[in-house]
């Protein structure tokens, strides 16, 4: 079975500080990986994914991710955050055999403090 | 902008009446739409998925017959809350894929609909 975890419910990051939100799955198969951004009050939205390829994934807004085989990881990146990135953050993955259900973790609220 | 619609965005109503949630792709056909229910600083979770034309299938321990799913077109999916009680109260999220089964586009979100159940 698929499971995605958040180690870390709250990360508390001053801003310009740089930040990593991290993510483990335990799938023994392949997947495909995402990180998802929720605004208060809002859906998701799509941050960035792994399906193939480069194991080093970017945003438009500074945010990467690495594929971690090895590790089983997917941990998101941030060199300098601003107050806008404040917001909760969920790592997903999506077994890519069958179904297109994605299994969530349980997210990361990242508060930027001024 | 937004590509998946979803009305209302908040509603409260009585213990015991019933809501209807709905969840519209915009500029594309969703053969396939995804309800989620999110807890309080929980994540998502999987309630069923809604296929065009169709019943849905509901994951483990959701009620069909509460949580009442009907997608009668390729750009609409409704979620009925029947008979609903206080912990129905939740935030209710849908979502589309754009395109068909197996490709790699992602799943587009709503912006949810937070229940209030009183």
């Known amino acids: 079975a698929q499971s995605v975890t958040q180690l870390d419910s709250q990360v508390p990051v001053f801003e310009e500080a740089p930040v990593e939100l991290r993510c483990n799955y335990s799938s023994s198969v392949s997947v495909y990986l995402f990180w998802y951004v929720q605004y208060p009050n809002q859906g998701l939205q799509l941050l960035l994914k792994y399906l193939s390829g480069s194991t080093l994934v970017e945003s438009i807004n500074g945010f990467e991710a690495e594929f971690n085989k090895s590790q089983t990881s997917f941990h998101l990146r941030k060199p300098s955050v601003h107050i806008s990135d404040t917001a909760e953050y969920f790592c997903?993955?999506?077994?890519?055999?069958?179904?297109?259900?994605?299994?969530f973790g349980t997210g990361t609220r990242l508060t930027i403090i001024p | 902008g937004a590509v998946v619609s979803q009305h209302p965005s908040r509603v409260i109503c009585k213990s015991g009446t019933s809501v209807k949630i709905e969840c519209r792709s915009l500029d594309f056909q969703a053969t396939t739409m995804f309800w989620y229910r999110q807890f309080p600083k929980q994540s998502l979770m999987l309630m069923a998925t809604?296929?065009?034309?169709?019943?849905?299938?509901?994951e483990q321990g959701v009620e069909k017959d509460k949580f009442l799913i009907n997608h009668a077109s390729l750009t609409l999916s409704t979620l009925t809350v029947t008979s609903a009680h206080p912990e129905d109260s939740s935030f209710y999220i849908c979502?589309?894929?754009?395109?068909?089964?197996?490709?790699?586009?992602?799943?587009?979100f709503g912006n949810g609909t937070r229940l209030t159940v009183t």
């Open positions: 997903a993955d999506r077994y890519n055999f069958g179904n297109e259900k994605l299994t």
């Open positions: 979502s589309a894929r754009r395109g068909q089964f197996g490709n790699n586009s992602p799943l587009h």
């Open positions: 809604s296929n065009e034309g169709s019943k849905a299938t509901y």
